[in-house]
């Protein structure tokens, strides 16, 4: 009903296999996780992570980085019925990058409710929508890759659902369909599957 983590982890690496691009690298990570169960029918989740990467290029054109990164998540999950599963996540980012005059802010916030449905033993379905803002200082700033994971400044919209059913003992079927709005694309990305495998 209870479990805790802890993470440490750190990442010092030197790489000039490219003759005018050398790269220092120092990065780091310290995570504490904690899952519980107080009733039978509810689950929490919280975790804290603190992220640093830093990148220093011998070369002047490659921009250098000094990333300072804080997530909080909290996750709060209910079963009404063994077959159903009703969550809601949340998450707060924070990040800047050190290097510049002046140096580049942002923040964003995510919530990310999700369903799932078993199938009675044959499988399950699982659904989720992932909605975020993010904001810059300076505004309207092209953010790092490593501030927020890829995120960029405006709003952000996913979806994505899989489901997985056993037809027979030989076989089974595979449903997946993801779809973003992000604010650089100009439209709804969307890209499904349907998988059917068979084993002898």
Same mark, same amino acid.
């Given at each position: 009903?209870?479990?805790?983590?802890?993470?440490?982890?750190?990442?010092?690496?030197?790489?000039?296999?490219?003759?005018?691009?050398?790269?220092?690298?120092?990065?780091?990570?310290?995570?504490?996780?904690?899952?519980?169960?107080?009733?039978?029918?509810?689950?929490?989740?919280?975790?804290?992570?603190?992220?640093?990467?830093?990148?220093?290029?011998?070369?002047?054109?490659?921009?250098?980085?000094?990333?300072?990164?804080?997530?909080?998540?909290?996750?709060?999950?209910?079963?009404?019925?063994?077959?159903?599963? =009703?969550?809601?996540? !949340? $998450?707060?980012?924070?990040?800047? @990058? &050190?290097?510049?005059?002046?140096?580049?802010?942002?923040?964003?916030?995510?919530?990310?409710?999700?369903?799932?449905?078993?199938?009675?033993?044959?499988?399950?379905?699982?659904?989720?929508?992932?909605?975020?803002?993010?904001?810059?200082?300076?505004?309207?700033?092209?953010?790092?890759?490593?501030?927020?994971?890829?995120?960029?400044?405006?709003?952000?919209?996913?979806?994505?659902?899989?489901?997985?059913?056993?037809?027979?003992?030989?076989?089974?079927?595979? =449903?997946?369909?993801? !779809? $973003?709005?992000?604010?650089?694309? @100009? &439209?709804?990305?969307?890209?499904?599957?349907?998988?059917?495998?068979?084993?002898?």
């Amino acid at each position: 009903r209870f479990s805790v983590l802890l993470r440490f982890r750190r990442d010092d690496s030197i790489n000039r296999q490219m003759v005018q691009e050398g790269l220092i690298r120092n990065s780091g990570e310290q995570m504490l996780r904690i899952k519980s169960n107080p009733v039978r029918r509810w689950g929490v989740l919280a975790e804290y992570r603190h992220r640093t990467d830093r990148k220093d290029y011998e070369s002047r054109p490659l921009s250098n980085r000094d990333i300072v990164n804080d997530q909080w998540t909290g996750e709060f999950s209910f079963r009404p019925r063994q077959k159903i599963e =009703l969550a809601l996540k !949340a $998450r707060l980012i924070r990040s800047s @990058d &050190r290097v510049g005059d002046p140096e580049t802010r942002a923040s964003g916030v995510f919530l990310a409710p999700r369903i799932t449905l078993a199938f009675l033993g044959r499988g399950q379905m699982r659904s989720e929508w992932d909605f975020g803002r993010v904001k810059s200082e300076p505004e309207g700033m092209n953010l790092p890759y490593e501030m927020l994971d890829g995120e960029q400044t405006g709003n952000t919209f996913r979806w994505s659902l899989l489901a997985t059913y056993r037809l027979s003992g030989h076989m089974q079927a595979t =449903l997946s369909y993801r !779809a $973003r709005r992000e604010p650089w694309r @100009d &439209r709804i990305l969307q890209v499904g599957q349907i998988e059917v495998r068979a084993f002898f």
